[in-house]
């Protein structure tokens, strides 16, 4: 009994260690995988301890029986086993994967999702939640400052964006360029912060009032890091996030406010905006001015709309590109019928990619195997679509039982919303609001791939399930 105590100690610290390490550590690679630039880093072997550990406690606490019995724990059980089906589907049936690549896949998709139940049945009090959220409070409090350091100061950043940057290279942000802060890139921090600020919202009504401002300053400060990273889906995500806080609260009256604010924001000059205005002008109205060519060939390629071969628009040399492209600049290495300002080049090639290439090699993997799908790893590194990924990954089954996870996720997390306890009920209210978010998100990035935020998501689905097992309730 003194073991098993002892273990249990061991194991919060280790999740505490987590929230904070997992966020704040870089991607640095440690060791390096054949056929893909995606590395094992020390966070997995700090998971695989902890995965471990909890394991072993569950069995020799006599606590696995009661586990398994969780109705929510056998639809995660039910997802891994078919996960296993596709996989030996994919490398023996359809011959659709690299086995060991497939295989790591599925083992990440692991790593992730048990972090939920582990981070459940460890924080088993109201002292060890207390203890978790000022953590997370602290960690999502510097990397904000890191993102502030790199915009202004020039630290450094370490980007996951291409095979060469994957390697741990130390960059720097160019001119115009979005931070990452501690994370692989924009997107990521973004959903990170989309993440915290859903939670926020909810949680700045059930503290005393000498908390409300420390509270609503780091609000603040990651609305600011989340607007500079000028990810238009994310912002989307955590103003809904928001209002879902606010709703399942019944605080519907700040709702206008939000409003207000959020128009102010999409008014006021930034990349953000820039970058919703371009949406609308070039993804919808098919607007903006577009490169012709020179050349009788280029010009022949533009009106047919043919975007064949890379053509320089200025003088700046490719091979002195930065980290990004300043925005609002004219473009360079375009190709004819592609719009020349630089903002609307991204925003226009982020929408192609996907409906081109992205979407529809999913849409295939589906129609070859509806069941099980191509198993993972079959879609590359990106599909920017998470929906499609699984239905193409792992078929009608997998995303099926992926589905039954959230349902039951969220049974519990509206059961949460009428306890006594003032902070379990708006936290509760928070990670609902966090769920849908997230889920917003998935629609256009694969954000439970994303190592960082995916680890991030499932230990906060985890501590609002913990609320259902604290023993001095």
């Known amino acids: 009994m003194k073991l098993i105590k002892n273990t249990n100690s061991i194991l919060f610290c280790l999740i505490l260690f987590l929230f904070a390490f997992i966020p704040l550590y870089p991607k640095f690679p440690l060791i390096n995988i054949q056929g893909t630039f995606v590395a094992i880093r020390i966070e997995d072997f700090i998971i695989a301890l902890t995965l471990g550990l909890w394991i072993t406690h569950s069995v020799y606490s006599g606590q696995l029986k009661r586990i398994l019995q969780d109705k929510l724990n056998q639809a995660l059980l039910l997802f891994f086993f078919i996960g296993i089906l596709s996989t030996f589907s994919a490398i023996f049936l359809t011959h659709s994967v690299t086995p060991h ?53 020039d630290w450094p950043v370490i980007s996951t964006s291409n095979s060469e940057f994957s390697k741990g290279l130390i960059l720097s942000l160019s001119p115009g360029a979005r931070v990452n802060s501690t994370f692989a890139g924009h997107y990521d921090l973004a959903i ?7 939670v926020l919202t909810a949680i700045f009504f059930a503290v005393k009032k000498r908390f409300k401002l420390p ?5 603040l400060f990651s609305l600011f890091i989340l607007i500079i990273t000028a990810a238009r889906q994310s912002f989307l995500a955590a103003f809904i996030g928001i209002v879902f806080s606010l709703v399942l609260s019944k605080k519907k009256k700040y709702i206008l406010f939000i409003l207000i604010c959020t128009g102010v924001i999409l008014v006021y000059p930034s990349q953000l905006r820039d970058r919703f205005i371009s949406t609308f002008t070039v993804n919808i109205l098919n607007l903006g001015k577009r490169y012709e060519g020179k050349t009788q060939d280029q010009q022949i390629r ?15 040399s490719a091979a002195m590109s930065t980290f990004a492209s300043p925005s609002g600049s004219l473009a360079t290495d375009i190709t004819p019928g592609e719009p020349i300002d630089s903002t609307q080049l991204g925003v226009y090639r982020s929408l192609q990619i996907r409906l081109n290439i992205e979407w529809p090699r999913a849409a295939r993997a589906f129609i070859k195997n509806p069941f099980l799908g191509t198993g993972y790893s079959s879609l590359d590194i990106a599909t920017d679509n998470d929906f499609l990924r699984s239905l193409g990954e792992v078929g009608l089954l997998g995303t099926l039982a992926i589905v039954l996870v959230f349902i039951q996720v969220g049974k519990r997390m509206l059961i949460l919303l009428k306890n006594d306890n003032k902070l379990i009920r708006y936290f509760s209210a928070g990670v609902f609001s966090m769920m849908v978010a ?10 439970f791939e994303a190592s960082k935020v995916a680890s991030a998501f499932w230990m906060m689905m985890g501590l609002g399930l913990a609320t259902f097992n604290f023993k001095d309730d």
């Open 192 to 198: 990170y912060l989309t993440m915290c600020l859903s």
């Open 438 to 447: 997230f889920i917003i998100n998935g629609m256009f990035i694969d954000v």
């Open 302 to 316: 533009s009106r047919l709309n043919i975007p064949t071969l890379a053509v320089k628009t200025s003088s700046t």
């Open 101 to 153: 690549l497939s295989i790591l896949h599925y083992l990440r998709r692991i790593e992730f999702m048990l972090l939920m139940p582990v981070v459940a049945w460890t924080i088993n009090s109201r002292k060890k939640f207390v203890w978790a959220l000022i953590t997370l409070a602290t960690t999502v409090f510097m990397v904000n400052v890191y993102a502030l350091g790199q915009q202004y100061l």
């Open 215 to 219: 509270l609503a300053a780091l609000g």
